[in-house]
């Protein structure tokens, strides 16, 4: 074979596993800021969405707007032949289950699934939270709009669902409006546990917390940044694993710092405008969100929000003191940032629906030797085109390097030292679509086989 006709083949070769997929930007198209901007004003409208506000008035309270909601979702089927599987999601809570609990309640979830195509029972979840507060978590009466926090996620979410409703994934979808948020993560340690009572396989939960403010109390204004929070590893690991990490590196590198790093690069290959910031802790200093309770049963998940928040418009009272206006009202929303947020979901959602099963089984050698070695369990699944090696060095946030290798399951990367890099290995499939990096889980013991 002619050099030249060597280099054009490898290019090719490259190009088909680098390439862009158009539906991601006809997704980008069809997310609505008017849309977006009816419905964030439609739930700041209830007047208050506090988990124990009014369940039975048509117009007020939390109940009105989960019924609006669930409604939202129905309609949102009925337009795509029934596509989504609606219905609530509910745990009783009493007082003796948190100082933040006034009277025993339920704790309502609206979830909305869309069945995937070939993987039904692998999801992908997207999540806002239904319930708002102001200055006194126990006051279920007074005004609490949560135009920001958080019917920007809530509203997001749902036009999400009417995005991508109108496309087949591999995968499931969830989209899911949670309860609970402010008086201890109620709905989302609810709905947790019933994935977790039902085997199902979470490939990973988009926490979306307040996505619409763009002017921040520290005076910056961006409409472009946004934060990804992620825990480094899951809290339930085990001692062997954790002993592992000591001597095999892997402190900055669970399942959910490697959802947060495909959310970064699904962003910056298809909205090379918005800029992504991932923060590599859990969540924003000593405060939580609605992806916790999905970390604490060993599920990736992370926290999508503004980069610069306005805690004059948090959990306030409507009000002016001093010039200054507090309460969570529509005029601190900026519609096109919440837009471009609910659309980094919606890429992000749809790319991970598309994508293929992890490699499962990932093991790594190479000490004391001048190349590295990688293993993994070869999938039967017909519909992938092979795996994907990354390495970073390992003062790196993002992956640096890559190299696709074929429908193998080991590979040889000859002078790579194993010391100075992490690795990990993605599966790609037939679209091209690829699954999250998975970091190795062991070494490999015995002799590597070549083939």
């Known amino acids: 074979m002619k050099k030249t006709t060597l280099i054009i083949l490898l290019l090719f070769s490259y190009l088909g596993h680098t390439q862009t997929d158009s539906k991601i930007y006809n997704i980008i198209d069809e997310v609505s800021v008017e849309r977006i901007k009816k419905d964030i004003t439609k739930l700041k409208n209830f007047g208050t969405r506090n988990t124990f506000s009014d369940t039975v008035s048509n117009t007020r309270g939390i109940g009105a707007a989960r019924r609006w909601i669930k409604k939202?979702?129905?309609?949102?089927?009925?337009?795509?032949?029934?596509?989504?599987?609606?219905?609530?999601?509910?745990?009783?809570?009493?007082?003796?289950?948190?100082?933040?609990?006034?009277?025993?309640?339920?704790?309502v979830n609206v979830v909305a699934i869309q069945k995937g195509t070939k993987y039904p029972n692998r999801f992908v979840i997207m999540s806002g939270d239904i319930d708002s507060r102001n200055s006194d978590t126990m006051d279920f009466s007074t005004d609490a709009p949560g135009a920001n926090d958080n019917a920007s996620g809530m509203a997001g979410t749902i036009e999400a669902a009417r995005v991508l409703?109108?496309?087949?994934?591999?995968?499931?979808?969830?989209?899911?409006?949670?309860s609970g948020e402010e008086q201890g993560l109620f709905g989302g340690k609810g709905f947790a546990t019933y994935a977790k009572n039902k085997?199902?396989?979470?490939?990973?939960?988009?926490?979306?917390?307040?996505?619409?403010?763009?002017?921040?109390?520290?005076?910056?204004?961006?409409?472009?940044?946004?934060?990804?929070?992620?825990?480094?590893?899951?809290?339930?690991?085990?001692?062997?694993?954790?002993?592992l990490r000591r001597f095999y590196g892997g402190e900055v590198d669970g399942i959910s710092r490697q959802l947060a790093r495909y959310i970064e690069k699904t962003t910056k290959t298809y909205m090379p405008e918005m800029n992504p910031m991932m923060i590599y802790r859990l969540d924003r200093f000593g405060r939580g969100g609605h992806h916790r309770p999905f970390n604490d049963l060993g599920f990736a998940g992370v926290r999508i929000m503004e980069a610069h928040e306005n805690y004059n418009r948090q959990h306030q009272n409507i009000r002016e003191e001093n010039g200054i206006k507090y309460g969570d009202i529509l005029e601190g929303v900026n519609f096109e940032y919440t837009k471009k947020l609910t659309t980094v979901n919606a890429i992000n959602l749809a790319a991970l629906a598309w994508s293929p099963p992890v490699p499962e089984n990932v093991l790594?050698?190479?000490?004391?030797?001048?190349?590295?070695?990688?293993?993994?369990?070869?999938s039967e699944d017909a519909s992938i085109k092979g795996y994907k090696i990354y390495w970073r060095l390992t003062t790196s946030s993002q992956w640096e390097h890559s190299r696709f290798v074929g429908n193998v399951d080991n590979f040889e990367l000859k002078g790579i030292i194993i010391d100075n890099y992490f690795f990990g290995v993605a599966a790609v499939g037939e679209n091209n679509h690829e699954s999250i990096v998975v970091f190795p889980n062991d070494i490999i013991k015995n002799t590597f086989r070549k083939k």
């Open 72 to 107: 939202e979702f129905e309609n949102i089927s009925k337009n795509c032949t029934n596509c989504l599987d609606v219905f609530y999601q509910k745990d009783f809570v009493t007082t003796n289950d948190g100082e933040r609990v006034p009277k025993d309640t339920w704790i």
């Open 165 to 178: 409703s109108n496309y087949k994934f591999e995968n499931s979808i969830i989209y899911l409006g949670l």
């Open 199 to 243: 085997g199902w396989e979470i490939i990973g939960v988009l926490n979306n917390d307040m996505i619409g403010n763009i002017e921040g109390v520290d005076g910056i204004i961006d409409n472009r940044t946004f934060r990804i929070f992620s825990e480094p590893n899951p809290t339930n690991e085990t001692d062997k694993e954790r002993n």
């Open 364 to 378: 790594i050698g190479g000490i004391v030797e001048p190349n590295v070695k990688l293993r993994w369990k070869k």
